[in-house]
């Protein structure tokens, strides 16, 4: 079935604040441990530790957003939506291959910000793990937002 065109505006709208929520949320939590690495207090690595254990429950809220609204995208597509043939359909193909490593490295990533946040033992090595967890979880989500553009605007 396609979708209306409002239907398919409001899909799209909760794809890109989804999508918003996931990239400014990374940022800020890299923003938070690198803050900690740069003071070395154990106050701020305790922060966050705190900012990323929040980031985790809406990452994975938003994903979930995000990957609903993005079936909804080819939903709203129909029959346009083209085979790993062209250059729309490999676009298409290679999101969505980096999308799955990228979902169960970040399952990987939840648990150990949990099992960080569990320890006592939270020092400048956690907030360096953290700060090149979250550079990581940053670019990965960019180039994601980069495969969405092309697909949206060619
Ligand atoms: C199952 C997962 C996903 C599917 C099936 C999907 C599908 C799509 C499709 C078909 C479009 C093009 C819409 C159009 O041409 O009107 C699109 C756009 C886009 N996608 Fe996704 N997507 C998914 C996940 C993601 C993720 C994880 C991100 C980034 C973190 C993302 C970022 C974007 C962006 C930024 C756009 C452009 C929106 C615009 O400028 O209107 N998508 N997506």
């Known amino acids: 079935m396609v979708l209306s065109h409002p239907t398919a505006l409001l899909v799209r709208l909760l794809h890109v604040t ?30 966050a530790l705190v900012v990323a254990e929040t980031y985790e429950w809406l990452f994975w809220g938003a994903l979930g957003a995000v ?11 129909g029959l ?12 298409l193909a290679l999101k969505l291959t980096v999308l799955a490593a990228f979902l169960a490295g970040s399952a990987a990533r939840t648990l150990s910000v949990s099992f960080a946040a569990a320890r006592s033992n939270a020092d400048a ?10 550079a990581v979880t940053t670019v990965v989500l960019l180039a994601l ?6 697909l949206a605007h060619g």
């Open 18 to 47: 989804g999508v918003g929520v996931a990239v400014g949320g990374a940022v800020l939590t890299w923003a938070a441990s690198h803050r900690a690495v740069s003071t070395g207090r154990a106050d701020a690595v305790d922060g």
């Open 67 to 77: 990957v609903a609204s993005g079936v909804g995208n080819l939903g709203s597509l």
């Open 80 to 91: 346009g939506v083209s085979g790993p043939e062209t250059a729309w359909g490999t676009t």
């Open 125 to 134: 090595a956690t907030a360096g793990r953290l700060r090149a967890t979250y």
């Open 145 to 150: 937002v980069g495969f969405g553009e092309v």
